[in-house]
């Protein structure tokens, strides 16, 4: 049986993502995650800011309300539709249609591992960056080595991932920005026990059926945040996030 396409795959999981992100302990603990995400971003309502697969919108929603010029982008019109955001671009990620120094700040929401083609991605998007702007990139981690059978699984069996879906390993990421002319800031391996109870409510429903969901929410969080600063544990996370500054002399590969 064939795989399905990535446009296929965002079509049943479009529904899915927009209800896990309803319950309060998942906003909590998406806030969170965000937060991170904009650690390294200059403090300049005037820069322009792209959502590269932006999804259902919920790193966009968040980045309107901080930012006045924000576009978001992405492959699905079923993703699309449900996005709380006027300025948005239904486009794939491997010829993006901008022009070359677009953007000051590139976000991309674990999207990169659903691309087919990653390393075309990757250099489309750095190239769309101004010299100086910033590229945040927030994906699975193959760095745990307790997650890599339980993704092995899924990606195989689950009709919800396509041939060539995967985890990156930082290493991994980090050689692939330096590639294209990206300077490494920062790497934070993020989520641990509050990231499936709060992010996945659908594969693991048990918050749902606790009492005080919020403060148990709050509770993951803090949690997740002191794993995230303990030696050997931190790197067993479920994501990763990896902020870089695009060099002013680029030389691109056209892939």
């Known amino acids: 049986m064939a795989k399905p396409t990535e446009i296929e795959i965002q079509k049943i999981l479009s529904d899915i993502y927009h209800n896990r992100h309803e319950p309060e302990y998942a906003q909590i603990y998406n806030k969170y995650c965000n937060d991170h995400l904009l650690v390294d971003v200059p403090n300049d309502k005037n820069k322009l800011l792209l959502d590269c697969g932006c999804g259902t919108g919920i790193l966009l929603k968040e980045l309107s309300q901080s930012f006045s010029k924000v576009i978001g982008l992405d492959l699905s019109l079923d993703n699309i539709k449900k996005v709380e955001h006027k300025k948005v671009v239904v486009a794939n990620m491997e010829d993006l249609p901008f022009s070359v120094n677009s953007f000051d700040v590139v976000f991309c929401r674990g999207a990169l591992h659903h691309v087919p083609d990653f390393k075309k991605a990757l250099n489309q998007i750095s190239q769309i960056i101004c010299p100086g702007g910033v590229l945040v990139l927030y994906e699975p981690n193959d760095d745990a080595l307790w997650l890599r059978p339980i993704r092995k699984i899924f990606f195989n069996l689950s009709p919800k991932f396509r041939e060539g879906h995967k985890a990156f ?34 594969l693991l429903p048990i918050i749902k059926y606790l009492p005080f969901k919020k403060t148990i929410g709050k509770i993951l969080v803090l949690l997740d945040e002191v794993c995230s600063n303990m030696p050997l544990i931190k790197t067993q996370s479920w994501c990763t996030i990896i902020s870089a500054t695009k060099l002013a002399k680029s030389h691109f590969e056209i892939l």
């Open 169 to 202: 390993r930082s290493l991994e990421l980090i050689a692939l920005l330096k590639s294209n002319s990206f300077e490494i800031k920062r790497l934070k391996w993020l989520g641990y026990i509050g990231f499936p109870l709060c992010v996945m409510p659908d």
